[in-house]
C-alpha cells in the first residue's frame, strides 16, 4: 500500500496568512505532484517535481509555490491565503524508470480561507 | 478545454448487476489510460489502467475497454458491490509526460 502522507487534513485559516501543506513519502519515489480538487470538479495539476530541485509549474495556474530538498518531503506554500485558494490538496508520487508508474495519492489537505 | 470528460455525474446500479462508467477524450496524444476510486475524506486509490496498445484488460472485477477510433473508455464493475459506491476517476496521459488529465468524476452508487 501507498505510504504518502499529507498534513494536515483539514485547516481553517483567516485571509492574508501564510501556510505550507506538507506532503512526505516513504517509498523513494522520485516524482512528486500536487493536484487541486473542487467539489464535483477534476483534479488540476498545479505543481510537479522530477527529483530534488526539480520544480515545475502545472496546466493550472496556482499562486502558490513548492520545493524539493529532499526526495521524500514536497511542500506546498501560500504566501498569502485568499477565499480562492479554499480547496482540496492532493499531493501523489510516482515511480520512476517504468513506462508508466500510477500515482500514489495522498488523503489529501481540505482548505478553507475565510 | 476538458481533455478528458465523464459525462455521467452519478450512477446508482443494484448490488450483483454489472456498473458500466465511462469515459470520452480528446487528445488523440493520450495513450495511457488509469481508472481510479475515490471514497469521501481520502485520495484517489489506483485501480486499473490500459495501454493504447491494448483495447481490454481485465483484474478480478473490474474490466476497461479502449476504443481508439472513437476516444472512448469505460470501466466495468461485475458483479457489483456495496464497497464499490465511491466516485471514479477516468484519467489519461501521454507516456512520456508522466503527468495525468483527470475527468470529473462519475459518482457510483451500489444499491442492495
Known amino acids: 500500500e501507498a505510504d504518502i502522507y499529507q498534513t494536515p487534513r483539514y485547516l481553517v485559516i483567516g485571509t492574508g496568512k501564510k501556510i505550507t501543506l506538507e506532503c512526505s513519502q516513504t517509498?523513494?519515489?522520485?516524482?512528486m505532484y500536487w493536484y487541486q480538487q473542487d467539489p464535483g470538479m477534476e483534479l488540476h495539476l498545479i505543481h510537479y517535481?522530477?527529483?530534488?530541485?526539480?520544480?515545475e509549474k502545472g496546466d493550472l495556474s496556482s499562486e502558490s509555490t513548492v520545493s524539493r530538498i529532499r526526495t521524500e518531503h514536497f511542500p506546498l506554500t501560500l504566501e498569502s491565503a485568499r477565499p480562492s485558494h479554499t480547496s482540496q490538496y492532493l499531493c501523489?508520487?510516482?515511480?520512476?524508470?517504468?513506462?508508466?508508474?500510477?500515482?500514489?495519492f495522498g488523503n489529501g489537505t481540505r482548505l478553507t480561507v475565510t | 478545454d476538458q481533455q478528458v470528460k465523464q459525462n455521467s455525474p452519478s450512477l446508482s446500479v443494484q448490488e450483483g448487476r454489472i456498473s458500466i462508467l465511462n469515459c470520452d477524450y480528446t487528445?488523440?496524444?493520450?495513450?495511457?489510460f488509469l481508472w481510479y476510486k475515490k471514497y469521501p475524506a481520502e485520495g484517489p486509490t489506483f485501480l486499473i489502467s490500459?495501454?493504447?496498445?491494448?483495447d481490454k484488460n481485465e483484474d478480478g472485477r473490474f474490466t476497461v475497454f479502449l476504443n481508439k477510433s472513437a476516444k472512448h473508455l469505460s470501466l466495468h464493475i461485475v458483479p457489483s458491490q456495496p464497497g464499490d459506491s465511491a466516485v471514479y476517476f477516468c484519467?489519461?496521459?501521454?507516456?512520456?509526460?508522466?503527468?495525468?488529465?483527470f475527468g470529473q468524476g462519475t459518482r457510483l452508487t451500489i444499491n442492495p
Open positions: 501523489a508520487s510516482s515511480e520512476s524508470g517504468r513506462i508508466f508508474s500510477p500515482l500514489h
Open positions: 487528445n488523440s496524444m493520450f495513450d495511457y
Open positions: 490500459i495501454s493504447s496498445i491494448k
Open positions: 484519467a489519461a496521459s501521454v507516456q512520456g509526460a508522466q503527468k495525468l488529465v
Open positions: 517535481s522530477y527529483g530534488v530541485n526539480s520544480t
Open positions: 517509498m523513494g519515489h522520485d516524482k
